[in-house]
């Protein structure tokens, strides 16, 4: 069973351009449109019975039809400039809004700066501590290791004194 055909409008130059199709999406592809016309609000369905008349009769096809006759069309048209002086519209005679102020920006970035550099500045100190510590301990482990060997014969010495004097007690 075929798909029910809706109607669909686009505004294209003096005219308006109808299609029937059975979906937003297939309205587009008939329009050759590659923007979503229906969110711009471009573009909308037609439940004018008499508008719906003609595109019916030729599905997936665009019918365009004059938006009011060409009276209507040139009274809507902007009056034709003299020529020599440009017309002055009421947008370019007044003042432009100033520019934005950058001020908080700058601000913001100078803080952004300020902070990198003295996270940068403590990173440093930290390596330099660091450093500190690993030569500490290096010294340390290495005095440790002498104090031990030191206590170490110290020890062996007792020993074979204690056992000299052991194989002599007993006889």
Same mark, same amino acid.
């Given at each position: 069973?075929?798909?029910?055909? @809706?109607? =669909?409008?686009?505004?294209?130059? =003096?005219?308006?351009?109808? *299609? $029937? &199709?059975?979906?937003?999406? &297939?309205?587009?592809?008939?329009?050759?449109?590659?923007?979503?016309? =229906? +969110?711009?609000?471009?573009?909308?369905? *037609?439940?004018?019975?008499?508008?719906?008349? &003609?595109?019916?009769? $030729? #599905?997936? /096809? *665009? *019918?365009?039809?004059?938006?009011?006759?060409?009276?209507?069309?040139?009274? +809507? &048209?902007? !009056? #034709?400039?003299?020529?020599?002086?440009?017309?002055?519209?009421?947008?370019? %005679? $007044?003042? #432009?809004?100033?520019? #934005?102020?950058?001020?908080?920006?700058?601000?913001?970035? +100078?803080?952004?700066?300020?902070?990198?550099?003295?996270?940068?500045? /403590?990173? @440093?100190?930290? %390596?330099?501590?660091?450093?500190?510590?690993?030569?500490? /301990?290096?010294? +340390?482990?290495?005095?440790?290791?002498?104090?031990?060997?030191?206590?170490?014969? $110290?020890?062996? !010495?007792?020993?074979?004194?204690?056992?000299?004097?052991?194989?002599?007690?007993?006889?």
């Amino acid at each position: 069973m075929p798909r029910k055909l @809706k109607v =669909f409008r686009t505004p294209a130059g =003096f005219h308006d351009a109808y *299609v $029937a &199709a059975p979906s937003r999406k &297939a309205a587009l592809a008939a329009w050759g449109a590659t923007a979503d016309l =229906f +969110a711009r609000g471009a573009a909308e369905e *037609v439940t004018d019975p008499a508008l719906m008349e &003609a595109p019916l009769a $030729a #599905p997936g /096809e *665009v *019918v365009k039809r004059s938006r009011g006759s060409a009276e209507e069309q040139l009274a +809507a &048209a902007p !009056a #034709p400039r003299r020529a020599g002086k440009p017309a002055v519209s009421k947008k370019s %005679a $007044a003042k #432009p809004a100033p520019r #934005p102020s950058r001020a908080a920006l700058d601000d913001a970035e +100078a803080a952004l700066d300020t902070a990198a550099a003295a996270e940068e500045a /403590e990173r @440093k100190e930290l %390596a330099k501590r660091r450093a500190a510590l690993e030569r500490e /301990e290096k010294a +340390a482990e290495q005095r440790w290791r002498t104090e031990r060997r030191a206590l170490e014969d $110290a020890r062996d !010495a007792a020993r074979e004194r204690y056992e000299a004097a052991l194989a002599k007690w007993r006889g």
